[in-house]
Each structure stands twice: as structure tokens, then as C-alpha cells.
């Protein structure tokens, strides 16, 4: 177990660290106009974070205990495929759900 003077410590950087980081860009940046390199480069910032929030849960899920599952790899896979091909990401959402559910059910 973590010290309570340990814990708050950490806790009160990590705030001060997140407020400093927006305060960054909203404060200091915010309005100022902004080079065309850097807007472009901001565009692909939820296409960067998206992949790395659900690769973790897809590679080494926590319902299996770590182990890799068919199931959650062909709902990827269909995910994917189906943004891939129809652009469209409510239609891959959906049929990556429905192809985990559909997965679950089927294997266990």
C-alpha cells in the first residue's frame, strides 16, 4: 500500500502537470493564430489517439486476463474493414459490436 503523504504528492502533480499542459495550449496559444504545419499536424490527433486507447483493450483484454481472445481480434478486424471500405464510422462501430457480441456468444 502507497504512504498517504505518497499518494497526495503524487495526486497534486499530476494536477498541476494537467492544468499546466492546458493552460499551455489554451492560455498562452490560444490566441495566437497558429502556422499551417501545426494545424495540419492537430487534424490526425484523434485518428493518433483512438488506435492507442483500443489496441491495449483488443491485444491484452482484461475480461481474459491478459490472453489474446478470437473473438475481440475479429471484431477489429471487422471494424477495420468496414471503416476502411465504407468510411463511415458509425457502420464500424456497430458491426465491430455486433461482431464481438455475435463472437461471444459463439465461442464462450
Known amino acids: 500500500m502507497i504512504d498517504k503523504s505518497d499518494l497526495w504528492i503524487i495526486i497534486i502533480a499530476m494536477g ?4 499546466g499542459l492546458r493552460f499551455l495550449f489554451l ?7 497558429m502556422p499551417p504545419w501545426v494545424l495540419r ?3 490526425y490527433t484523434a485518428v493518433a489517439v ?6 491495449p483493450l483488443v491485444l491484452w483484454p482484461a475480461a481474459t486476463n491478459g490472453q489474446p481472445d478470437p473473438a475481440r481480434m475479429a471484431a477489429a478486424l471487422v471494424t477495420l474493414g468496414v471503416g476502411y471500405f465504407t468510411k463511415n464510422v458509425l457502420a464500424a462501430i456497430f458491426s465491430g459490436a455486433a461482431t464481438l457480441y455475435l463472437g461471444l456468444f459463439l465461442l464462450g
Not at 498541476?16 to 492544468?19: A, H, K, R, T
Open 41 to 43: 499536424h492537430l487534424r
Open 50 to 55: 483512438l488506435p492507442g486507447l483500443v489496441a
Open 16 to 19: 498541476i502537470g494537467s492544468f
Open 27 to 33: 492560455g498562452l496559444v490560444g490566441d495566437r493564430e
